[in-house]
């Protein structure tokens, strides 16, 4: 066998699932990544959400530890979980979606011989249609995950037909708008700093989960902060119909201009960096988790299929 032939099998092994790999292999390796992304940093993404949603006269302690340990000696153990059930019904099939939207839209944009050659512009499309495609199915799972976060105490069906009674089925998507802004250049940015970090860490395009991992890292610190005055607002957005919620100005805040103003009118520009350390906390080890796992998934199920 020649060098050129080795060489190319590791390159698909890493880059892409071979294109004549069946669907679901995407589906399965999409629905892994994003089951762990979630599930693994909850509960720093559960801390993210009561500090956004907090009132503006409410003392927050500067220590993360601290807050975890205050919730956990006041609410038990588990209220830091709370919402995880959400999450993990969502993310399946929503990074399924997303990952699966992206290699298509990535085939169908790139040429396979430029797969390996630097396409910002094309891998930053691909990855707004894949965020578009899958927060449409995740939204809902997202809206009841951050209700529940603020509602330890209630279940996940208690919390959607609490929703759905009480507001309707467009409360489910309230922050679908807010949320596309936010993540597709979240998710753009961190298709092209991830690709573009492996290719200059890994040139060789050999299967490499610690250059996995860093990339994924650094993809998700740098689109973390970047992206925190959105997430703010989507988070008012969502928790709005909440008990927890007692300001008229962020309880009647159902839009992207009303959120907006009630931000700064409560909390004035901070209010829109809410929550930022325990965002990139929270992000930045679990978009590497979601990368690796990621290319985990493809690289079991390609080394299945060969062999």
């Known amino acids: 066998m020649s060098d050129t032939h ?115 512009l094309k891998t930053a499309l691909s990855g707004a249609a894949a965020t578009t495609a899958s927060d449409a199915l995740m939204n809902p799972f997202d809206t009841i995950k951050q209700r529940m976060q603020l509602n330890p105490n209630y279940k996940v069906w208690q919390i959607t037909k609490q929703i759905y009674q009480t507001e309707g089925f467009k409360a489910f998507y309230y922050s679908y708008p807010t949320t596309l802004v936010m993540n597709i250049p979240f998710t753009a940015l961190n298709f092209v700093i991830y690709e573009s ?52 100005i962020l309880k009647e805040a159902n839009t992207f201009q009303k959120a907006t103003k009630a931000l700064l009118e409560v909390y004035g520009w901070k209010g829109f960096w809410r929550g930022l350390k325990p965002r990139i906390i929270a992000t930045m080890p679990a978009t590497a988790i979601s990368w690796t796992a990621y290319e985990c998934a493809k690289h079991f199920l390609t080394t299945s299929t060969v062999i």
Request: charged letters at 15%.
């Open 6 to 120: 080795l060489h190319d099998s590791n390159d698909i092994d890493y880059e892409a699932l071979p294109p004549n790999s069946p669907l679901y292999h995407q589906l399965l390796a999409g629905a892994f990544a994003g089951i762990m992304e979630h599930s693994v940093m909850f509960p720093i993404d559960a801390l993210k959400t009561r500090m956004q949603s907090v009132s503006a006269t409410s003392h927050t302690s500067r220590s993360l530890l601290s807050q975890i340990s205050k919730i956990s000696s006041m609410e038990g153990s588990f209220a830091l979980w709370k919402g995880v059930q959400s999450v993990i019904l969502g993310a399946g099939p929503a990074h399924a979606v997303y990952f699966g939207t992206y290699e298509f839209c990535k085939k169908k944009l790139i040429k396979e011989e430029d797969l390996f050659t630097y396409q910002p």
């Open 197 to 248: 970090s492996t290719n200059f860490l890994n040139p060789s395009h050999t299967y490499n989960p610690l250059i996995h991992c860093i990339c994924g890292g650094l993809s998700g610190t740098l689109c973390a902060a970047v992206t925190t005055p959105l997430d703010c607002i989507k988070t008012v957005l969502q928790v709005r119909g909440s008990n927890t919620v007692t300001l008229p």
